[in-house]
């Protein structure tokens, strides 16, 4: 994980969630994630699986370049 484009991997799929849980909110999809709308409660856990999926890659991805830091 000491690459840094981990990172942005991190990033991109907690945008991606936060955005898919906001915009369901308000009936919107994004067309990205349209094979996993209309499954019930397996959208909601995919998009809170995107959420922590990637703040735990930023997280990891800033420990190593921590650790490479020192």
Same mark, same amino acid.
Do not use: C
């Given at each position: 994980m000491?690459?840094?484009?981990?990172?942005?991997?991190g $990033?991109? /799929?907690f945008l !991606?969630? +936060?955005l898919s849980v906001i $915009?369901? /909110?308000?009936? !919107?999809? +994004?067309?990205i994630?349209?094979?996993v709308y209309g499954k019930g409660v397996?959208?909601?856990l995919f998009q809170i699986t995107l959420l922590i999926g990637g703040i735990?890659?930023?997280?990891?991805?800033?420990?190593a370049q921590e650790d490479d830091g020192e």
């Open positions: 000491k690459n840094p484009y981990w990172m942005l991997v $990033f991109i /799929l !991606l969630g +936060i $915009f369901s /909110l308000v009936g !919107l999809k +994004i067309d994630l349209s094979a397996w959208t909601l735990i890659i930023i997280y990891m991805s800033k420990l």
